[in-house]
């Protein structure tokens, strides 16, 4: 549930086995993608153990949560478990003062420092039910006060699922029993400082006096959306319920034909106006039953077709989780019956990959924690741009945002790198394209104030063959890797963040393995990604040995590489954007330390240079505003949350506009 759905199959425990957790390498990644079994460890002594619910912030941070059962008695204990990228490990969970038994079966995180987990538990001796929530503040679990209604009686209270979009915001919703033989709705709200009840509504005329509530997801603070079931359990009758920011109401939901019964599990919501929800439903007699999936799209629910797997001799299938992260990708999960065992069960909906809708997917707005920036060759807008050698270029220009009034600051190669990644203008001292130990740089820089704040960064150079590499090859050409220039990072980073992008020096027009590839696939990306292709894959026009098409070789390695980014774990949680630009133009008007500062018109094709700007919210977008390098380097501090580089208009500036509010980037 919460910010990305829960996903898992309800826990269960059998004869002290425990229930393994199964995930996804990344549901969105085109490359080596699948499904495999991760071991979860057990805790000690325990008859049996299982988790029920997950939570992921990144690639690299989950928390799951369930159950164990101790000793012969068999007292119940809460249960969480924390993924950090290679393995999980179980975390110490309070347990209620008193209680015999003790269950979290939801979980949403806001951050790797925010999650909430819900459930109930039992007392000793007791027969009645209480609400219960935990609280992860990024070094413990305590547990927090949760109300319970006045009117609840017996022993069905409790807390299935929860939905958090901030560390202050948090909805949960289950159900209670008012001691009438009647089951009711239930959800409690945090605001940060304590748990309230909100009002519920009950499906009215619903046999078997039962009405559950057992997923929630929250866009916002005006925009819930929780999903359950109401009814007897040999015929419950599935609901939804909508949250406005003032109250809860009843949506109706169409029953699939045939339907006796029918529940709904889960629910995703990846927009105000977007959310899926997953359950089952079965025929007259129970001995059979299907998958089912609804969309909201603002106005209505509608049944999705979701498969079932064929000839199936056993008589259940059904979805429990779902997550969405996108318009056009959600993946669910539950479980089906081959006839002798209850086996798991993956589903995948992707109408629209998201690899050929890059921009505007409709994915909910978060804040971007991940840049990737391409910097290609020697190639001028018009050289670019509507040529027919490029089109996977044209393509992505025309789906995501694209300055057409772009600009290079200076020439040759060396200073527009330099001026890109410091802000400083190098007024023609550098006039050529010269080595590290010759035209060292001393001036603040991005990667030096990435690591005063301790913003993970990285430069992946493509045919390079070791870390911080200072010496030319046929392919590398340290140059186009201004990080080494830098003293400061030169003594410092350089040695563990300029790295080798691929295992292989050759390059070419494929995704190849290695340490990009690595970060992508693990959903490790660094904040800032500066990404250097060689000097056949960006185009560059005097490198022996390479295509003579130097357009089509820059081509055709963008549309392999960037379409694997766009897959990766990291763009599809919608916190990465992308940024490809051109060092330099060419052709009249170029002059080797000559200045194109004071450019903001197309008329010196040396100086204006194609920047294509790739993010989940970008709007397609073709401006003509005149930008150029220095307010890339702007926007890019932004984002990471350190200082502006550039210089004071005495001596040069960006034109002061922002790309955030021309494409959304």
């Known amino acids: 549930m919460g910010r990305v759905g829960r996903v898992g199959v309800r826990w269960f425990v059998i004869g002290g086995v425990a229930v393994f957790v199964l995930v996804?390498?990344?549901?969105?990644?085109?490359?080596?993608?699948?499904?495999?079994?991760?071991?979860?460890?057990?805790?000690?002594?325990?008859?049996?153990?299982?988790?029920?619910?997950?939570?992921?912030?990144?690639?690299?941070?989950?928390?799951?949560?369930?159950?164990?059962?101790?000793?012969?008695?068999?007292?119940?204990?809460?249960?969480?478990?924390?993924?950090?990228?290679?393995?999980?490990?179980?975390?110490?969970?309070?347990?209620?003062?008193?209680?015999?038994?003790?269950?979290?079966?939801?979980?949403?995180?806001?951050?790797?420092?925010?999650?909430?987990?819900?459930?109930?538990?039992?007392?000793?001796?007791?027969?009645?039910?209480?609400?219960?929530?935990e609280r992860w503040n990024g070094t413990g679990w305590s547990i927090q006060r949760t109300p319970n209604p006045t009117r609840a009686r017996g022993s069905e209270n409790g807390l299935d699922g929860v939905s958090c979009w901030s560390g202050s915001a948090c909805v949960a919703v289950g159900s209670y029993f008012n001691g009438t033989n009647t089951t009711l709705t239930l959800a409690e709200r945090w605001n940060g400082t304590g748990w309230s009840i909100q009002r519920t509504p009950n499906p009215s005329g619903a046999q078997g006096n039962q009405s559950v509530l057992d997923g929630v997801s929250c866009w916002s603070g005006s925009a819930c959306t929780a999903v359950g079931y109401a009814g007897s359990a040999?015929?419950?009758?599935?609901?939804?319920?909508?949250?406005?920011?003032?109250?809860?109401?009843?949506?109706?939901?169409?029953?699939?034909?045939?339907?006796?019964?029918?529940?709904?599990?889960?629910?995703?919501?990846?927009?105000?106006?977007?959310?899926?929800?997953?359950?089952?439903?079965?025929?007259?007699?129970?001995?059979?039953?299907?998958?089912?999936?609804?969309?909201?799209?603002?106005?209505?629910?509608s049944i999705q077709h979701s498969p079932n797997l064929p000839s199936l001799p056993g008589s259940s299938i059904g979805l429990d989780g779902v997550s969405c992260w996108s318009s056009s990708a959600c993946t669910a999960l539950g479980s089906y019956d081959n006839g002798a065992k209850s086996l798991t069960l993956a589903e995948r909906w992707n109408a629209t990959p998201s690899a050929t809708t890059p921009c505007n997917t409709g994915i909910?707005?978060?804040?971007?924690?991940h840049v990737v920036l391409i910097v290609e060759e020697n190639h001028s807008y018009n050289a670019v741009i509507g040529n027919s050698d490029a089109k996977y270029i044209d393509g992505l220009a025309s789906e995501c945002g694209l300055g057409a009034n772009f600009h290079n600051t200076t020439h040759p190669s060396l200073p527009n790198y330099v001026e890109l990644t410091s802000g400083t203008r190098t007024d023609g001292a550098l006039k050529s394209d010269c080595s590290v130990s010759s035209c060292a740089q001393t001036q603040n820089n991005v990667f030096a104030e990435l690591d005063a704040a301790k913003v993970a960064w990285k430069a992946y150079a493509e045919s390079a063959t070791q870390n911080c590499q200072t010496s030319d090859t046929?392919?590398?050409?340290?140059?186009?890797?201004?990080?080494?220039?830098?003293?400061?990072?030169?003594?410092?980073?350089?040695?563990?963040?300029?790295?080798?992008?691929?295992?292989?020096?050759?390059?070419?027009?494929?995704?190849?393995?290695?340490?990009?590839?690595?970060?992508?696939?693990?959903?490790?990306?660094?904040?800032?990604?500066?990404?250097?292709?060689?000097?056949?894959?960006?185009?560059?026009?005097?490198?022996?040995?390479?295509?003579?098409?130097?357009?089509?070789?820059?081509?055709?390695?963008?549309?392999?590489?960037?379409?694997?980014?766009?897959?990766?774990?990291?763009?599809?949680?919608?916190?990465?954007?992308i940024a490809i630009t051109w060092d330099e133009g060419e052709g009249p008007g170029y002059k080797a330390g000559g200045s194109c500062w004071a450019q903001t018109t197309t008329a010196n094709v040396s100086c204006w240079v194609?920047?294509?700007?790739?993010?989940?919210?970008?709007?397609?977008?073709?401006?003509?505003?005149?930008?150029?390098?220095?307010?890339?380097?702007?926007?890019?501090?932004?984002?990471?949350?350190?200082?502006?580089?550039?210089?004071?208009?005495s001596t040069g500036t960006p034109t002061g506009l922002d790309l955030h509010t021309t494409f959304g980037w």
């Open 234 to 301: 040999l015929k419950p009758v599935m609901f939804a319920e909508r949250w406005d920011g003032t109250g809860w109401s009843i949506q109706h939901i169409p029953k699939p034909t045939g339907a006796y019964g029918s529940v709904l599990s889960d629910v995703s919501c990846w927009s105000g106006s977007a959310c899926t929800a997953v359950g089952y439903f079965f025929n007259f007699d129970g001995s059979k039953s299907w998958t089912l999936a609804e969309r909201w799209n603002g106005t209505g629910w």
């Open 610 to 649: 194609a920047t294509i700007l790739v993010g989940p919210n970008v709007t397609p977008t073709e401006s003509t505003v005149a930008f150029n390098h220095l307010d890339l380097l702007n926007r890019i501090t932004s984002i990471l949350g350190v200082p502006t580089l550039s210089e004071p208009a």
């Open 24 to 133: 996804a390498a990344s549901a969105a990644l085109a490359v080596a993608s699948g499904w495999s079994i991760q071991h979860t460890p057990n805790p000690p002594a325990q008859q049996g153990s299982g988790l029920d619910g997950v939570s992921c912030w990144s690639g690299s941070a989950c928390t799951a949560v369930g159950n164990s059962v101790t000793d012969n008695a068999h007292r119940f204990l809460t249960l969480a478990e924390r993924w950090n990228g290679t393995r999980w490990s179980i975390q110490h969970t309070p347990n209620p003062p008193g209680a015999a038994e003790s269950y979290l079966p939801g979980v949403s995180c806001s951050s790797a420092s925010a999650c909430t987990a819900v459930g109930n538990y039992l007392r000793y001796n007791g027969t009645k039910t209480f609400t219960l929530a």
């Open 364 to 369: 909910r707005p978060v804040p971007i924690k």
């Open 474 to 577: 046929m392919l590398y050409a340290q140059r186009h890797v201004p990080a080494v220039y830098y003293t400061d990072i030169h003594a410092t980073s350089c040695p563990t963040d300029v790295v080798p992008m691929t295992v292989s020096s050759a390059g070419g027009p494929k995704v190849q393995a290695g340490n990009f590839y690595n970060d992508v696939v693990n959903g490790t990306l660094p904040a800032f990604s500066e990404i250097t292709p060689n000097l056949c894959d960006d185009g560059h026009s005097t490198t022996p040995g390479c295509a003579s098409n130097q357009v089509a070789a820059t081509d055709r390695w963008l549309a392999a590489w960037v379409p694997f980014i766009l897959n990766g774990p990291n763009y599809a949680s919608g916190d990465t954007e």
